[in-house]
């Protein structure tokens, strides 16, 4: 009989829920050896899984390696001193054990690569809930409504390893012809500098210069802008709020 290849029994294992053909699905129904390799590999499947970041990894018992290299068909070649504290090298020898050891090798291999995959999601996952908390604004402000005008919004201006950011969150803001841009007004009044598009339902980050809050720049604004190809401010604010100084 002819079995299942081990790709095939490897994705049954590490993807049960996934719709399978009806020929596996009919050969498995029949074959006792396949389905029980897609049981173990469905154990190994649930070890990656199962695994945490904080998990302790312990050296494996001596029998183990041995098991290794008689499955393998390796043979060992002690340290020249037997005093050293290393693994034994190995060198291939020629395999005369069971027709069926590539194909365990290929499982083997198959296994051993939903194992690492999932052990990898699992520690970015944990790692990212794990970490410390992101650090607090250094500054927030609410974005209020200017006169006849709509909508709201908040600004967080935040100290990030590549520089200062603020990060712009508006709502309720008029679906009018044009796009939002994301502005710092100096406090004189004249001078301003643009941070870029805002997205109007989703909002946005902007990186700016270190020290253009601290020469007068903490008035966030967000006006309404025609494509007229004008870099020029439109005169047409929507939303503002002042970052403390």
């Not at 950011?165 to 004249?190: C, K, M, S």
Request: include cysteine; glycine fraction near 8%; hydrophobic fraction near 40%.
């Amino acid at each position: 009989m002819k079995h299942l290849e081990p790709e095939v029994l490897a994705q049954l294992a590490l993807h049960p829920d996934q719709p399978v053909e009806v020929a596996v699905r009919e050969h498995l129904s029949g074959c006792a050896q396949c389905r029980a390799e897609v049981d173990e590999l469905r154990d190994v499947a649930e070890l990656s899984r199962s695994a945490r970041s904080d998990a302790v990894l312990t050296s494996a018992p001596p029998q183990v390696w041995d098991r290794v290299v008689e499955e393998l068909g390796l043979q060992t070649v002690g340290p020249a001193d037997e005093s050293d504290e290393v693994a034994p090298a190995v060198e291939p020898m020629p395999i005369t054990s069971r027709a069926a050891r590539p194909r365990r090798l290929m499982l083997a291999a198959a296994a051993s690569v939903g194992l690492v995959v999932g052990v990898l999601g699992t520690w970015l996952v944990t790692a990212l809930t794990d970490d410390e908390e992101a650090p607090p604004p250094v500054a927030t402000v609410q974005l209020e409504p200017l006169a006849g005008k709509s909508g709201n919004g908040s600004a967080e201006l935040f100290q990030a390893p590549g520089g200062p950011e603020l990060r712009v969150g508006a709502q309720g803001l008029a679906a009018a012809p044009g796009y939002y841009e994301v502005w710092l007004i100096n406090t004189d009044g004249v001078r301003m500098v643009s941070l870029g598009v805002l997205d109007a339902q989703g909002g946005g980050t902007f990186r700016i210069p270190a020290d253009l809050v601290a020469e007068g720049y903490t008035i966030v604004d967000v006006s309404l802008e025609p494509y007229d190809g004008n870099p020029v401010h439109s005169r047409d604010s929507v939303i503002r709020g002042n970052l403390p100084a």
